[in-house]
């Protein structure tokens, strides 16, 4: 243990951007946690006289077009995204692992069956398969979760596969199997265990890329309806207003959209550093 | 000669599976969309015997597999059905787009290699120096972009700050004549009819949107080409190369690139998805006239054919290129040859 955490503090003074990333996901998860509670107006209240205000010290990040508290969206607005990426990734984590160890481990025909549909998912651009999947299923944010969930399977399948392949043969498969566990007790108490931290990496990168994408179809008025705040919506809003210089509408919930995105991904990469100090880049 | 040409094949072959299951899936899309059709093309004032007529001259009373194989037929004949919003049937709607289209993704694709491919080598030949730093932090910040934020930012840069580009409006501004159409590529078009001022126009028009999508792919390519120059240069037959007193250049580009650039090719797969992908959200931005912006409105509009049609031609396409970039990963490779 303590020689994982000199590893893990070694990491950290070699590559100060990874505590950095922890804290930005850290500063998100209270946002997600606390926003609606800390914001200083109400993210609906609308205010024709205030409207289109640059930032100010009554409202830092300045008011849309109906005079609404931008800073008071933004932050609102973190628990949405978050609980959009969070629950997509975790859907497609879940299944995606258990499909992915089950193709490892068995062969044959579920392998076969299962690699055929990871072709197929892979065969569409992933951005325009998540549209088709929103258009065929209905416009909701539970069926935008289910889009990203989808496009990201994949992923997940195929890096646990990979990861049990490599593992099916190893001394501690064999011990616990010749200790009489049957196949569903060595795949979800031995071999599972061991290709968490490479599963986490990916969970960590898919973070920014689920964000990304969910922003990205709000952004083309899929998922979330208008008064909702929520980033990708937000910048759709302030697009319009951009070409007439009002750039504070569609600026700030577009940066903390690709600050929420970077900080995932930096901490993908710090996390790989710590997991596995052969991958570095 | 023959040798390529059976290894073309080949590969056209090997990509049979994946446009049948593209087929297969948009059309399990079509099926699952909400709502009856037969109803929604009857109008609302229909009788349900209107109703069931409508059904019935749709094909939708068959059971699911006559269903599939009349889909299939109409495919065959390029039908994709027709747009509710703009009554045209969808195949002209996305014929006359998708020149506008293809137009932005080549012209992105084009940049993203030229500036990454020589950022990558850069980065890879000085490693630990500026320009390293710079390519890494290009490629992490790259991936993390929301590319209709940074469409918005350049157009308030360059279009109302400095006011150097045009306005995001479209392919060609109002007062430009449009070329006659040839290849329905503006740029190639207006040089064919040899009109400097609408190849301006138009390539004007064109820089901020490439520039949008280029950034989005730079990043994987240039994070790509390093770490395979990196591999590349330490190994020992370019030590040899360099032992023999081959001049810097040579060793660089016709030993090491070129080895580098395999798994480079194989990257674009993977950049593809995501510049196809990312190409709706910047024709929504720059209110480019592309298929993609077309699926947009179809899809607020709930008016669904024009969609399928639209993730049908994208599969295909992204297919397509799939299949280029093997053929060209052949050509490059002669080990591929030789083992086809």
Known sequence: ?281 | MPRTLRLILRRLLSALPSVAAVVVVTFVLTRALPGDPAAYFAGPAATPQAVEEVRKRLGLDRTLPEQFLAYLGELARGEMGTSLTTGQPVREDILARLPASLELTLAALLLAVAVAIPLGVAAATRPGSWIDHMARVVSTAGVSLPVFFTGLLLVYVFYYLLGWAPAPMGRLDLFASTPPTVTGFLLIDSLLAGEGATFRAAAAQLVLPALTLGLFSVAPLARMTRASMLGVLSSDFVRTARASGLSRSTVLVTYALRNALLPVVTTLGMVFSFLLGANVLVEKVFSWPGIGSYAIEALVASDYAPVQGFILTMAVMYVGLNLLVDVLYGIIDPRVRIEA
């Open chain 1, 1 to 281: 243990m303590t020689a994982t955490l000199r590893h893990i503090r070694y990491v950290l003074a070699e590559n100060p951007v990874t505590g950095v990333a922890f804290g930005g996901f850290l500063l998100i998860l209270l946002l997600a946690l606390f926003g609606p509670l800390l914001a200083p107006y109400d993210p609906l209240a609308s205010d024709t006289a205030a409207a289109l205000q640059p930032p100010s010290w009554a409202h830092w990040f300045g008011t849309d077009h109906l005079g609404r508290d931008i800073l008071s969206r933004v932050m609102v607005a973190t628990r949405l995204d978050v609980q959009i990426s969070l629950s997509a990734v975790a859907l497609s984590f879940a299944c995606g692992s258990v499909a992915g160890v089950c193709a490892g481990w068995f062969g044959g025909p579920v392998e076969r069956i299962l690699s055929r549909l990871v072709d197929t998912i892979m065969a569409f651009p992933l951005f325009v398969l998540a549209m088709g999947v929103v258009a065929a299923l209905g416009n909701t944010v539970g069926n935008i979760v289910v889009a990203t969930a989808i496009i990201n399977f994949p992923f997940y399948v195929r890096m646990a596969r990979a990861e049990t392949n490599a593992r099916r043969e190893a001394g501690f498969i064999e011990a616990a199997r010749l200790g009489g566990n049957g196949d569903a007790r060595i795949l979800g108490f031995h071999l599972f265990p061991n290709i968490l931290p490479p599963m986490m990496v990916q969970v960590s990168l898919n973070m920014g890329y689920a964000i990304l994408n969910a922003a990205g179809l709000s952004f083309i008025g899929l998922g979330v309806r208008p008064p909702t705040p929520e980033w990708g919506i937000m910048v759709a809003e302030g697009a319009s207003y951009i070409v007439s210089g009002e750039w504070w509408v569609a600026l700030f919930p577009g940066t903390v959209l690709m600050l929420a995105v970077f900080c995932f991904n930096l901490l993908g990469d710090g996390l790989r550093d710590i997991i596995d100090p052969r991958r570095r880049t």
